[in-house]
């Protein structure tokens, strides 16, 4: 699926402690995402880029940071986690299709993220 | 802020029977994407809708964009055990960035 790996895929922590999610995509799509999921939200949009080093906020971004300092790599950051970041994180890319702003999304595996 | 509406959240289902999920964005979009997600898997790209009116089929999937390009439904026929899964739409106003519904989760009984 667009050649999108997400890691850890699973990681447990403690409140307090930074953790940083890596996304790798193969395919020098411009756009990539990071959303988090929880039971009754769907996908919440949490940063989004379109470009090295261009970024920007999302619906649910407080608490998060990302970068992006190469095409192929999109981090996010919790600075410092807290019990209500517990969730399933997924990052996607958006494979552009002609010029008509069509695009359609491809997703990573998914990281469960445990904060206690 | 664009806010995409989804339902029902569940829907259980008789192998065989009918199915549909309903979306409705508060703004006008540009384009409606399908996605579904298998239980502990990742969401998959089933389809964009993009013309006023428009429906588009695949096998026992259809799906539907409103004439003021602001609705959208998924309808499945004679659902298969197969088709379990929670499906979202994503409504785009043209900047790359797609709002999701909260997903219809369809359970079939066999």
């Known amino acids: ?116 | 802020g664009q806010q995409v509406m989804q339902i029902p959240q569940y829907q259980h289902v008789q192998e065989g029977e009918d199915f549909t999920t309903y979306c409705n964005s508060s703004t006008t979009l540009s384009n409606i994407q399908w996605y579904k997600q298998r239980p502990g898997g990742h969401p998959v790209f089933l389809i964009q809708l993009v013309k006023s009116g428009e429906v588009k089929k695949q096998k026992r999937l259809t799906f539907q964009f409103g004439e003021a390009k602001k609705n959208s439904s998924l309808h499945i026929t004679a659902t298969q055990t197969t088709d379990v899964g929670t499906y979202f739409c994503a409504g785009e106003g043209g900047s790359y960035i797609p709002t999701f519904g909260r997903g219809t989760s369809l359970i079939v009984h066999p």
């Not at chain 1, 307090?16 to 995509?25: A, K, M, S, Y």
């Not at chain 1, 990302?66 to 958006?94: G, W």
Request: charged fraction near 20%; hydrophobic fraction near 25%; charge should be neutral.
């Open chain 1, 1 to 116: 699926d667009a050649g999108i790996t997400q890691s850890p895929r699973h990681k447990v922590t403690e409140t307090g402690t930074p953790v940083t999610l890596r996304c790798h995509q193969t395919e020098n799509h411009r756009y990539m995402y990071w959303y988090r999921q929880d039971p009754g939200h769907g996908l919440r949009l949490i940063h989004y880029s379109y470009g090295v080093k261009d970024t920007d906020k999302g619906e649910v971004s407080d608490g998060y940071s990302v970068s992006r300092s190469k095409t192929e790599d999109f981090l996010l950051t919790l600075e410092s986690a807290t019990s209500s970041q517990t969730s399933v994180y997924f990052c996607a890319i958006s494979r552009l299709k002609g010029a008509g702003g069509l695009s359609e999304q491809f997703f990573g595996p998914g990281t469960r993220l445990t904060v206690l």
